[in-house]
């Protein structure tokens, strides 16, 4: 005869009511089949798990210690089916996450907070990247859903989008830096000062994004300084080796010598768009996504 989880609990009823028939009662058992099991596990184990007397029923130490090993084994043997269960109905599981550097630093800081608040059981993994990479991603299956630069073509019935915010430009300078003495700035003050910009491949999207306005405004930046994040673009402009046009996205800016103005003569803005295959999603990706759709129609409720 084998050791199972029945044995386990007929154990911990008897052991935490200290009586054999109070015991039986509370498992729905006769008050024999009870005191067999306890029999044949002592026999079993070859120890004493209780002493018992014509009057009462206590603990060994080695009953002690059996008591608690057997609270563990069960609690962690329902915690599993209960982690099963929520796998299943999608209250528990991963999520792989896209995103690109402005959704990185601005909404999502937000929303998966929420969101885990409200699903504690569904990690997100992150994976910040460009958007073309995304898209081939989301495609593969190796992300459940990207947030990515700017819309998707509209054509592709097979996919579902989502806008989740749009930011106007913003011009980021050194705070001692003559064009901080405005409260807003044009394009045109800009026409001299040299230019810090994220890199390519990485930010393909938003320089192409930038050519374009440039090309129809008839503006042509002095690019000195090309980097691989925001952070760098951040560093760089703080550290008075030039200016940046950035999207409003209300980065949370540490850096005491960087000052933010906005862009009034430019009426483009940056948008971030949330995009995922509704015929591959998980049960856990669903709801995320009808999150996502909720905090876009008014924050929701932690």
């Known amino acids: 005869m084998s050791w199972d989880l029945r044995h386990a609990r007929i154990f911990i009823a008897v052991a ?3 009586h054999f028939s109070r015991a039986a009662q509370k498992l729905h058992l006769a008050q024999s089949a009870v005191s067999r099991t306890v029999r044949w596990m002592e026999q079993d184990l070859k120890v004493t798990l209780l002493n018992r007397s014509t009057r009462n029923v206590a603990l060994t130490s080695e009953g002690a210690l059996l008591l608690d090993e057997c609270r563990q084994i069960v609690a962690q043997f329902e ?3 209960k982690r099963t269960r929520s796998i299943a109905t999608g209250f528990a599981g991963e999520i792989d996450l896209g995103c690109n550097d402005f959704s990185f630093m ?6 998966v907070p929420l969101f885990r608040q409200r699903f504690p ?27 990515i630069m700017g819309p998707v073509d509209p054509l592709n019935n097979s996919i579902k989008t989502l806008t989740t915010a749009k930011y106007p430009l913003t011009v980021l300078i050194k705070k001692n830096h003559p064009l901080a003495k405005r409260k807003a700035l044009k394009i045109r003050d800009l026409a001299n000062e040299p230019f810090i910009f994220g890199s390519r491949p990485g930010w393909n999207t938003y320089r192409s994004f930038m050519e374009s306005l440039f090309a129809d405004i008839q503006f042509t930046p002095k690019i000195t300084q090309e980097v691989y994040g925001s952070i760098g673009i951040f560093g760089l402009v703080a550290s008075g080796l030039g200016v940046s046009i950035y999207p409003d996205c209300r980065v949370p800016i540490q850096y005491q010598n960087l000052v933010v103005r906005p862009l009034v003569d430019v009426e ?6 949330a995009v995922w295959y509704p015929k591959t999603l998980t049960r856990a990706a669903s709801h995320f ?9 008014g924050v929701p409720a932690p």
């Open 106 to 111: 601005a909404e999502l800081p937000v929303i």
């Open 268 to 273: 483009r803005q940056v948008e971030t768009t």
């Open 16 to 18: 935490e009511e200290l």
């Open 289 to 297: 996504v009808s999150f996502v759709q909720e905090y876009c129609a």
């Open 79 to 81: 915690r599993s089916i």
């Open 121 to 147: 059981d569904i990690s997100i993994r992150l994976h910040e990247g460009e958007r073309s990479q995304q898209l081939d991603d989301l495609a593969t299956g190796k992300l459940d859903i990207a947030f």
